[in-house]
């Protein structure tokens, strides 16, 4: 990498790992700490409060994605964080579960995750842009990790609204980073037209990772519905269950550095992808498998094997997206992208605690073990045209 891709790489994960870091604090400790606003006491209203800001996100991803082709990256990033300020700050402030429902939607419009994507997209070149990716993706499982740690610490003696707080001070300081130490942003073609938004929503080869951003975050999602109470079933407490994700979290990028770069490197992305997909499914089968009497040595292995392939994929699809398109409609299909990612966060969610109610632990594995093998299928088919692509590009 030149200096200013490491710049812009470094600068631009540290504003999404904030913004990650901001949302994360809040849900280990949300169901417990909005028992104590009124209305909290009702599961459904505190499920939906949850949820809103997958729903309000997953909405204007593509609009976000499409003003930053037309007005610029920058712009559109202090937008997005201003509006996830106000709803930190609007959720540090409520007095009742309606208050931090409004709040939490505010967060989710603050939907700039495109407009970052596409700002590294713009200055990386094809040959390093997945390890400046690999930054913004593996920023999700870190983050993860590091609010199990945090979260219950901050929530004793600042409690959910000074989390709240918290969370849109981070925001802002993303602006200050977005304006002063992340590089100037590239010329854009302010000639976005329709049709192209059309092309990006036709094109095959985007289908096909879209499907696959949503299948990946609707397994990851559908998988902490469960792996909590199997890990306490386990005999590990919850308090340290952070033992447990935070070692699989580092190791993992361990894992990625040492194979997903080189092969990349050598042509062999299209395997590394198709073994990432075929692992993510050996997983989901692996829960299956230890679903009725999990040992903690079984599950441990098991998540650390979930984040070295979680981590190669989040890595890689943003990259390939980027790679399709030209720079002029690279915020519109990543957008799309992101749309397809936050309503498989959503859908991972709801349909997760839809299947572990309805059917066990058993069911929901096995369910997310099928979704992964459709994903490889598709995958094998749409991967060898993409692969023909990228040559050529």
Not at 77 to 106: E, N, Y
Not at 128 to 146: D, E, N, Q, W
Request: one cysteine or more.
């Amino acid at each position: 990498m030149t200096a200013t891709e490491r710049r812009a790489s470094v600068w631009l994960s540290s504003i999404f790992a904030l913004r990650m870091l901001g949302l994360f604090l809040v849900l280990p400790v949300f169901v417990l700490e909005a028992a104590r606003y009124p209305g909290g006491q009702d599961p459904a209203l505190v499920g939906l409060t949850m949820g809103l800001f997958g729903l309000t996100q997953a909405l204007l991803q593509i609009p976000f994605g499409m003003a930053s082709d037309a007005w610029g990256r920058k712009r559109v990033i202090v937008v997005g964080l201003l509006v996830f300020a106000a709803g930190s700050f609007v959720a540090a402030a409520a007095q009742d579960i309606h208050g931090l429902m409004i709040g939490r939607a505010l967060q989710g419009a603050g939907a700039m995750s495109a407009a970052v994507t596409a700002l590294l997209a713009d200055l990386t070149r094809d040959e390093v842009r997945t390890k400046g990716l690999a930054l913004l993706g593996g920023s999700i499982g870190l983050m993860f990790a590091l609010s199990l740690v945090l979260a219950p610490l901050l929530n004793t003696h600042i409690g959910l609204s000074g989390l709240f707080a918290t969370t849109g001070l981070m925001a802002l300081a993303g602006i200050f980073i977005t304006l002063r130490l992340v590089p100037a942003e590239p010329p854009q073609h302010k000639d976005l037209q329709g049709g192209r938004f059309w092309d990006v929503l036709r094109n095959r080869e985007l289908l096909g990772l879209n499907f696959g951003v949503f299948a990946l975050n609707a397994v990851q999602l559908a998988m902490w519905v469960a792996v909590p109470a199997m890990l306490v079933q386990a005999g590990l407490d919850k308090s340290l269950h952070w033992h447990v994700y935070l070692p699989a979290v580092l190791a993992s990028f361990v894992v990625m550095g040492g194979t997903l770069f080189p092969m990349e490197r050598r042509g062999h992305l299209r395997a590394v992808l198709l073994a990432a997909i075929a692992l993510l499914a050996l997983v989901q089968l692996g829960f299956l498998e230890i679903a009725g009497a999990p040992t903690l040595w079984g599950l441990a292995t098991l998540i650390l094997l979930f984040f070295c392939s979680f981590n190669i994929l989040e890595a890689s699809l943003p990259s390939l997206v980027s790679r399709l398109i030209p720079a002029s409609s690279r915020g519109s299909a990543l957008g799309v992208f992101n749309t397809a990612q936050s309503l498989g966060l959503f859908a991972g969610g709801a349909l997760g605690g839809l299947l572990l109610k309805s059917g066990g632990t058993g069911v929901l594995f096995g369910a997310m073990a099928g979704l992964s093998l459709l994903w490889l299928l598709l995958a094998w088919w749409l991967l060898p045209a993409l692969k023909r692509k990228q040559a050529s590009h």
